[in-house]
Nanobody
Framework: AQLVESGGGLVQPGGSLRLSCAAS????????MAWYRQAPGKERESVAT???????TYSDSVRGRFTISRDSAKNTLTLQMTNLKPEDTAVYYC???????????WGPGTQVTVSS
């Protein structure tokens, strides 16, 4: 499997970014897809998850500001981020796993920096 994230960058507080994850060499519909992030000095944390049936969960810290979606035709996972805050600064990772208890596959990550 190969996962490649894109769309990160520097944005001011209150701004928006759209992250994408292009998945290849997997049967996309057979995988739970998720976004994680890791800030400097902190553990990697779950941001949003979308199941094979498109059920969605968000962390409390991003609910109402971030939107996760998946496009089976394009094998792409997306994270629309709005009203960004400095505490959203982190490396964002795409994850694909066949079952919830599995570690799955990871992309290399994309840096998001929220700063004025």
């Amino acid at each position: 499997a190969q996962l490649v994230e894109s769309g990160g960058g520097l944005v001011q507080p209150g701004g928006s970014l759209r992250l994408s994850c292009a998945a290849s060499r997997i049967t996309f519909d057979d995988y739970i897809m998720a976004w994680y992030r890791q800030a400097p000095g902190k553990e990697r944390e779950s941001v949003a998850t979308i199941s094979k049936s498109a059920s969605i969960t968000y962390s409390d810290s991003v609910r109402g500001r971030f939107t996760i979606s998946r496009d089976s035709a394009k094998n792409t996972l997306t994270l629309q981020m709005t009203n960004l805050k400095p505490e959203d600064t982190a490396v964002y990772y795409c994850n694909a796993r066949a079952q919830d208890y599995m570690t799955g596959y990871w992309g290399p990550g994309t840096q998001v920096t929220v700063s004025s």
